[in-house]
């Protein structure tokens, strides 16, 4: 596939948008710019923060899809599917930031927001200081070569030009109808799901993991995503079947097991019913 390569892990990543050394990038897209938009599904390490600054485009993250306009942004997590279905004639800046110069409650936000990831703005004080420190980044990082000093101020201008995007998050996770509280525990669930393999049966294992009822345990889902909990997990593991399927080499009999379907007839069923198409034919319906 082109332009990835396998980590540790063994997962398919995308390293066309490498970072620099210290894990720290600014592109600027424009129908004026020789620099290409990826237009094919891919999954990154690292936090991808994006603005719209004119113009109108669309993108998909996990499968589904969005339309950006003037003054749009979105974030996108490590190892979430993304792509440019349709860039029109977007100007837009992103900002790719090593997981690592994040702290803990920043990525715990941004898993919240990733649970209904939706574009959001910020507002006008924001966009000063957005751009403001995007143009020191992108400045001091065009004045090379880097020396210890230099690289530490980049990655401060970069933790803090996430952090006005995570304020305008914040705010945007404030005013939507689910609780700070539910979004949490969601967020908590789903995280679970991606590090536990297992099948829906366990949920009440990982419901007493959170030291919460199934019975609140599906609630809160409900609230948050308008499924039962049952069907959440199910959609859960499909979005994770669809990303093995497109990132890895692992046979779909290989990617069932690792999604704690050891009936593998059972997980194409599921796979078939969740997206209209057996996982053989998805794969090569995206890649061939």
Same mark, same amino acid.
């Given at each position: 596939?082109? /332009?990835? #390569?396998?980590?540790?892990?063994?997962?398919?990543? +995308?390293?066309?948008?490498?970072?620099?050394?210290?894990?720290?990038?600014?592109?600027?897209?424009?129908?004026?710019?020789?620099?290409?938009?990826?237009?094919? #599904? +891919?999954?990154?390490?690292?936090?991808? !923060? /994006?603005?719209?600054?004119?113009?109108?485009?669309?993108?998909?993250?996990?499968?589904?899809?969005?339309?950006?306009?003037?003054?749009?942004?979105?974030?996108?997590?490590?190892?979430?599917? +993304?792509? $440019?279905?349709?860039?029109?004639? =977007?100007?837009? $800046? @992103?900002?790719?930031?090593?997981?690592?110069?994040?702290?803990?409650?920043?990525? %715990?936000?941004?898993?919240?927001?990733? *649970?209904?990831?939706?574009?959001?703005?910020?507002?006008?004080?924001?966009?000063?200081?957005?751009?403001?420190?995007?143009?020191? &980044?992108?400045?001091?990082?065009?004045?090379?070569? !880097?020396?210890?000093?230099?690289?530490?101020?980049?990655?401060?201008?970069?933790? =803090?030009? =996430?952090?006005?995007?995570?304020? #305008?998050?914040?705010?945007?996770?404030?005013?939507?109808?689910?609780?700070?509280?539910?979004?949490?525990? $969601?967020?908590?669930?789903?995280?679970?799901?991606?590090?536990?393999?297992?099948?829906?049966?366990?949920?009440?294992? +990982?419901?007493?993991?959170?030291?919460?009822?199934? $019975?609140?345990?599906?609630?809160? *889902?409900?609230?948050?995503?308008?499924?039962?909990?049952? %069907?959440?997990?199910?959609?859960?593991?499909? @979005?994770?079947? %669809?990303?093995?399927? @497109?990132?890895?080499?692992?046979?779909?009999?290989? &990617?069932?097991?690792?999604?704690?379907?050891?009936?593998?007839?059972? !997980?194409?069923?599921?796979?078939?019913?969740?997206?209209? *198409?057996?996982?053989?034919?998805?794969?090569?319906?995206?890649?061939?």
């Amino acid at each position: 596939m082109k /332009g990835e #390569a396998k980590n540790m892990a063994g997962l398919v990543l +995308h390293q066309a948008s490498r970072l620099s050394e210290f894990g720290v990038r600014v592109k600027r897209v424009s129908s004026t710019l020789p620099e290409e938009l990826l237009d094919y #599904a +891919h999954w990154d390490d690292y936090y991808v !923060f /994006g603005r719209v600054s004119r113009g109108t485009c669309r993108i998909a993250v996990d499968f589904a899809e969005y339309a950006l306009g003037a003054g749009d942004m979105v974030c996108v997590c490590p190892y979430q599917a +993304h792509q $440019v279905v349709d860039k029109g004639e =977007a100007e837009a $800046v @992103l900002l790719f930031v090593d997981a690592a110069l994040l702290d803990v409650p920043a990525k %715990r936000l941004l898993a919240e927001y990733a *649970v209904s990831p939706r574009p959001f703005q910020l507002d006008r004080e924001q966009v000063s200081e957005w751009e403001a420190l995007i143009a020191a &980044i992108s400045r001091r990082m065009g004045q090379t070569p !880097f020396d210890d000093m230099a690289k530490w101020l980049i990655c401060r201008l970069a933790v =803090a030009a =996430a952090g006005v995007a995570l304020e #305008a998050v914040g705010r945007a996770i404030g005013g939507r109808n689910e609780s700070r509280r539910a979004l949490e525990i $969601v967020a908590a669930f789903r995280k679970i799901l991606q590090e536990e393999k297992g099948a829906a049966g366990e949920i009440a294992r +990982h419901a007493e993991t959170l030291r919460i009822s199934r $019975v609140y345990l599906n609630e809160v *889902v409900k609230s948050v995503t308008g499924m039962s909990v049952s %069907r959440y997990v199910r959609c859960e593991r499909v @979005l994770q079947a %669809r990303r093995l399927l @497109l990132y890895t080499e692992l046979s779909v009999k290989e &990617i069932a097991v690792e999604l704690g379907y050891d009936d593998y007839a059972y !997980f194409t069923r599921l796979f078939t019913k969740e997206t209209g *198409v057996p996982p053989s034919v998805y794969r090569e319906k995206h890649l061939g």
